[in-house]
DNA sequence: CGCTGCCTTGACCACTTTCAATTCGCGTGG
DNA sequence: CCACGCGAATTGAAAGTGGTCAAGGCAGCG
């Protein structure tokens, strides 16, 4: 696992930063360490000793939990300058799930016990902190309404236009996933089965309203499928 | 709504408040009323204007989110001595849920903006909060899990052993659910509709496993339904 | 005593999953 | 450079779970 030493500029920018000095600054890095990390590679594991809390600079991570009988779902996507990792700070001894780069990225990486010195120096981080978590529940409580009453074609459509929104880059073609997603991610993003969501997937692409391609997907009409995703039916 | 001035002793034992003297107590109440709800009653409503937040001190509560169509679920239940309705904590200016009685209860409210002076006296607090809400993280990725993977079967047996742990009181017939249950409200729990919950338990009540009756849940046989819950299957 | 909810039960059928082949795309090594 | 091989995706057919529709029954309460 290759680490480099930091220079201050690359934390700067980010908003649970923002209001530290360079001397602050300096003395947030002075334990932390970037780590690269290849596609496939993992930050950490479900399991795993929770030694070490995360910022991700650069690039993409799926976090995925997997049950005793090895059943797998995608918890969620981290994005570039978002916190991840952070079960130490939340009480927990060991990391919940699995955190694995879907592209190269560079994540910052600190000791866990460098949380509490950290948030000293920097209040806003703990509010920041209790925000994040907030907003994550928030966005599991919204899964868990769609698992629970949406039909499968829904939850799809929704899964594709929550992927569009964090990592949507505008092409010719309409609207490029920026990242690998396989049909089995989104069964897994959605609680379907490979093969429905590959059903379901053909047939929208029959209709024009995305394309395909072997780990790829482009939305090439997000209005028609806002409208599966929530229209009042037929 | 009724409301009450309060008296430390009300809150010295619960477990947030432990580390303050009794000057801090009547300082964290000086702002904070006592309301008691009867069954049906709701301390919030969705969408309202998230302006105070909660210690349930007795009672039960139910919280649930309604989707724009009107499909209902379960978000969790509020048991004595936890905070609810923390919104403004994670930053939200609403209620993302509504929090309605089951049994008579009686609830401590605070305006919203005291929030920041309480952390300021008890920091221990904002500790708390951030733990209990990393907490129901977990609960909710737990809960993802199971409806994206997991048969309706087990999904009602799971829902029944967690109202046993929250609220299991042991009778000579089994562990009785002490709190009102309906069937529409566990279908409501794990994502299944009214007609195949009863169906299940229908069966289970025939084969022994638990008895039944117009809002009462006794489950007479726990290992059993830890089986189903558990089990690699047939 | 008659409501109003809550619960039960049967019949039917739609949607998803399961099972099973194939095909396709891409990186690898000969 | 081409053949190979593996993971990903597609597609058909069959099976089955759980939802929908429809009719009561039962209990507590005014």
Known sequence: MPTTRLDRAVIRDLPMFRPLSPED???VLAHAVARRL???????????????FFVLLHGRLKVTQTSADGQQVVVRHVNPGELFGIARAVRRP????????LTDSVAIAWPADAWDALVA?????AVDALATVGQRLQDAHTRIRELATEAVERRVAHALLRLVRQAGRKTDEGILIDFPVSRQDIAEMTGATLHT????????????????????????DPHALF?????EGR
Do not use: H, N, Y
């Open 25 to 27: 600054l300096d003395a």
């Open 38 to 52: 290849a596609p496939g590679e993992t930050a950490f594991r479900q399991g795993d000793a929770a030694d070490a």
């Open 94 to 101: 060991d990391f919940p799930g699995t955190a694995e780069a």
């Open 121 to 125: 120096r920097c209040p806003g981080l």
């Open 197 to 220: 969501v590959s059903r379901l997937m053909a047939a929208w692409e029959a209709k024009g309203l995305i394309a395909g391609g072997r780990k790829r997907v482009t939305v090439r």
């Open 227 to 231: 409208m599966l995703a929530e229209g």
